[in-house]
């Protein structure tokens, strides 16, 4: 079981960027996308569930970042627009059941680091 987080990089303040969760060896369920930001914890963003029920768990990405699935490749999309300094951190994907404490998934991708600055 493998998930791949990719598609971060630099960004200028109000840009947008779309990062990718490609797993192999599971079929996606639910999906949550976490950001860590440096001397903070990783805090839950985003999920979208089995049945694509999304659920946002910063008000701050409301409006802002939307998460969507393409099942026939296995792939959760989070496009991030918008985007605020405070949105730097690096991100990950992590499968499971729907939640917003990292012990809710069971697998993780690495993290994609997302630089958010002019």
């Known amino acids: 079981v493998q998930l791949q987080a990719f598609g971060g990089g630099l960004a200028q303040p109000g840009g947008s960027l779309r990062l990718s969760c490609a797993a192999s060896?599971?079929?996606?369920?639910?999906i949550a996308w976490f950001r860590q930001a440096p001397g903070k914890e990783r805090e839950a963003v985003i999920c979208?569930?089995?049945?694509?029920?999304?659920?946002y768990y910063q008000g701050s990405a409301r409006g802002r970042f939307t998460i969507s699935r393409d099942n026939a490749k296995n792939t959760v999309y989070l496009q991030m627009n918008s985007l605020k300094p405070e949105d730097t951190a690096n991100y990950y994907c992590?499968?499971?059941?729907?939640?917003?404490?990292?012990?809710?998934?069971?697998?993780w991708g690495q993290g994609t680091l997302v630089t958010v600055s002019s």
């Open positions: 060896g599971l079929t996606l369920g639910a």
């Open positions: 992590a499968a499971g059941r729907t939640g917003r404490s990292p012990s809710d998934y069971d697998y």
């Open positions: 979208i569930s089995s049945s694509n029920s999304v659920i």
